[in-house]
C-alpha cells in the first residue's frame, strides 16, 4: 500500500521564479494538506484540500496556490518566488471523516526540498 | 511567547537509557496531542496520540499529558540507535496542528 508520494523530491529555482510541487495521497485518503518545514523548525500549515476545494488556510500570502483533482491528488503553486521560499514542502493526507471524530491524524511524504538562489 | 515550546537539543544519550521529550503550550484549548518522528530527509511520522491528562503507552514510547501545567511529555524506554530522530510535538484543535519545533535526539551505541 502506497503511502504519501511527493515530487520532485529536490529543486533548485531562482528568484522570482513559479514552481508547481505534486503529491498523491495515501490510498483512501481524501483529504491533502500541504506544509511548508524551514531548516530547524515545526511544519507551517500552509492550505488543505477537500473535496478539490481549499478549505483552509494558513497565513501564507497569495502566492501561495493550490488545486486537489477528483482522484485527490493535489498540486502546489509558488509564485515570484523569494529567497525565504527556501524550505521543505511536506504533503499530508488523511481522511475527511477521522476529523470529525477526533484529532486530525496525518501521514506525510517524504518532502520536496526548494532551494531558491 | 510561541504556542508550543520544545527545547531543540541535541539531546545525545546512551543506547539503553531512558529518554524524556519535553513541550510546553500556552492555548488551554487544545483538544488532543500528538508526538512525530522525523528521520532526517524524511517526512514525519505519527507515533501517538492522546485526548487526555494521563499516561498512554504503546510499546517503548509513552505520551504523557498534564493539561493543568499545560505540559506533554515522551518517554521512549530501552532507547535504541534507531530512535536517533528528531521528535515534534504537535497539540491540535480540529483540523489545526501547533508544531513544536522538534528536539533531535542521538543516541549513541
Known amino acids: 500500500d502506497a503511502g504519501v508520494t511527493q515530487s520532485p523530491t529536490h529543486l533548485i529555482k531562482t528568484r522570482g521564479q513559479q514552481v508547481t510541487l505534486r503529491c498523491s495521497p495515501k490510498?483512501?485518503?481524501?483529504?491533502v494538506s500541504w506544509y511548508q518545514q524551514a531548516l530547524g523548525q515545526g511544519p507551517q500549515f500552509i492550505f488543505q484540500y477537500y473535496e478539490e476545494e481549499e478549505r483552509q488556510r494558513g497565513n501564507f500570502p497569495d502566492r501561495f496556490s493550490g488545486h486537489q483533482f477528483p482522484n485527490y491528488s493535489s498540486e502546489l503553486n509558488v509564485n515570484a518566488l523569494l529567497l525565504g521560499d527556501s524550505a521543505l514542502y511536506l504533503c499530508a493526507s488523511s481522511l475527511a471523516v477521522s476529523l470529525s471524530s477526533g484529532a486530525n491524524v496525518l501521514t506525510f511524504g517524504a518532502g520536496s526540498r526548494l532551494t531558491v538562489l | 511567547q510561541k504556542e508550543v515550546e520544545q527545547d531543540p537539543g541535541p539531546l545525545s544519550v546512551p543506547e539503553g537509557a531512558i529518554v524524556s521529550l519535553n513541550c510546553t503550550y500556552s492555548n488551554s484549548a487544545f483538544q488532543y496531542f500528538m508526538w512525530y518522528r522525523q528521520y532526517s530527509r524524511k517526512g514525519p511520522e505519527l507515533l501517538m496520540y492522546?485526548?487526555s491528562s494521563g499516561n498512554k503507552e504503546d510499546g517503548r514510547f509513552t505520551a504523557q499529558v498534564d493539561k493543568s501545567s499545560k505540559y506533554i511529555s515522551l518517554f521512549i524506554r530501552d532507547s535504541q540507535p534507531s530512535d536517533s530522530a528528531t521528535y515534534l510535538c504537535?497539540?491540535?484543535?480540529?483540523?489545526?496542528?501547533?508544531w513544536g519545533a522538534g528536539t533531535k535526539l542521538i543516541i549513541k551505541p
Open positions: 490510498s483512501g485518503h481524501d483529504t
Open positions: 492522546t485526548y
Open positions: 504537535a497539540p491540535g484543535l480540529g483540523y489545526q496542528l501547533i
